[in-house]
């Protein structure tokens, strides 16, 4: 069996919060549901430093690009609505939860 090194020092939950800058109550379902790794001391919860850059590259977002601050060009194809089939839902459902009839998409002009 291999042995594994000792982690050197051991973060309490006040220490992990303040490091996450998070609450105590964090940490705790953190603990509970499983999703960062941590140490039993008889009663006591103690996390290695690996356990936290583990946790924190795991939540990690990565970047999806470089952000130029111009929107982006529309996905959606409104022509085919001149040919009758429409390119967006004809109910949507709001937060409130009551359904609307969004507008009708307009093809674009065509300047010659």
Do not use: C
């Amino acid at each position: 069996m291999a042995e594994q090194a000792f982690p050197g020092e051991l973060w309490d939950i006040d220490q992990l919060a303040a490091h996450l800058k998070t609450s105590k109550d964090f940490v705790y379902t953190l603990t509970a549901q499983r999703r960062i790794g941590f140490l039993r001391v008889g009663k006591f919860i103690r996390f290695a430093p690996e356990h936290v850059r583990d946790y924190l590259n795991s939540i990690a977002v990565p970047a999806e690009g470089v952000h130029t601050g111009k929107r982006a060009a529309p996905t959606s194809d409104i022509t085919n609505a001149a040919e009758g089939t429409r390119a967006f839902p004809t109910t949507v459902r709001n937060v409130g939860g009551r359904t609307r009839t969004p507008r009708t998409p307009v093809a674009p002009k065509v300047f010659s």
